[in-house]
């Protein structure tokens, strides 16, 4: 469904933008690029301090969230990012501020918790009476709007779905890709297996600490536009699940890792549950396979 967010002619259009992780984070970054695509359409950002103080009392809170929804007048839109790291309770009360000052909201859901989580499913009733508040719902795939309307949302929710994170790229960072018989990670969390790692075709992993085994190199933590441009010189890139927890979520979500490996111009390595497994096959963007020995076998019987 196409949601207009147009109203009358001087309503103005907001995005929240989380500020205060560290640039590597792949949340921030996120949000960050997020934000600089909705700049291009007219909105405004809306910013937003990351901190977490769940015990922080309501005077001070609302004295926070006064500061900054300042700017906002009746009819005005406000797309908030969430999850914004600062808690459940600073959500609730950013969306109850905004809608009590007439604001219309739209929730962009960046990670499902609840979903995403195991330790997190108890919650997913909470989950649910926040996202009621909003208006309108940016969800990442039709997985997960069905997901969502059989766990609490109402009904009558207006949906934009997403199908596929952008990412946004800046010409001299990209090199022309070589064929090269090595895999690349870079999700911090790490998957399940990289550990034993014990192929011929060497792995590469950004942003997490692994021990070492046969094939497997750290390359340690590098800014994100450093380490786009060094994808973008070739190899393949690897999507894969942390635990059968995430696994599942991959089926009803959109993987950032997976936007950053095509626009770099690499082939991909994702798991057969993941959402996009049509889209990739069709495409011929990489390979669908069912577990990282057979991921490994086809790289090494490549030619190019």
């Known amino acids: 469904m196409k949601i207009d967010f147009e109203g009358e002619p001087d309503m103005k259009n907001y995005i929240t933008r989380i500020n205060g992780w560290g640039l590597r984070d792949k949340s921030h970054y996120m949000q960050h690029m997020i934000a600089e695509i909705a700049h291009q359409m007219g909105f405004q950002e809306m910013g937003i301090y990351r901190y977490y103080a769940d015990n922080e009392s309501y005077e001070s809170l609302s004295s926070r969230l006064d500061g900054i ?16 790291g600062n808690g459940r309770r600073f959500e609730h009360e950013l969306v109850n501020r905004l809608k009590a000052y007439g604001g219309r909201i739209a929730i962009y859901i960046h990670e499902l918790e609840a ?29 997960m709007r069905s997901w969502l309307l059989e766990h609490g949302i109402q009904r009558n929710m207006k949906f934009v779905v997403q199908e596929m994170w952008d990412y946004t790229v800046q010409e001299p960072m990209l090199h022309t890709p070589s064929f090269k018989k090595e895999i690349y990670f870079t999700d911090n969390e790490g998957f399940a297996g990289m550990n034993s790692w014990n192929y011929a075709v060497p792995l590469k992993l ?32 690897l999507v894969w699940y942390r635990d059968e ?60």
């Open 69 to 84: 929804i300042a700017g906002i007048n009746r009819g005005d839109l406000v797309v908030c990012q969430f999850p914004t």
């Open 206 to 237: 950004y942003n997490v600490s692994a021990n070492p085994g046969q094939n497997l190199q750290n390359l340690g933590e590098k800014e994100p536009c450093q380490m786009f441009s060094e994808l973008s010189e070739g190899g393949f890139g």
């Open 115 to 143: 979903l995403a989580r195991e330790k997190k499913k108890d919650q997913i009733g909470e989950i649910a009476g926040l996202f009621n508040l909003a208006e309108v719902l940016i969800v990442q795939t039709y997985a």
């Open 245 to 304: 927890y995430s696994r599942q979520y991959m089926e009803q979500s959109s993987s950032f890792s997976l936007a950053r490996y095509l626009a770099a111009g690499i082939p991909v390595i994702v798991p057969a549950e993941i959402s996009h497994r049509a889209m990739i096959e069709v495409n011929h963007l990489g390979l669908v396979v069912n577990t990282l020995e057979e991921a490994a076998a086809a790289v090494e019987r490549m030619i190019e």
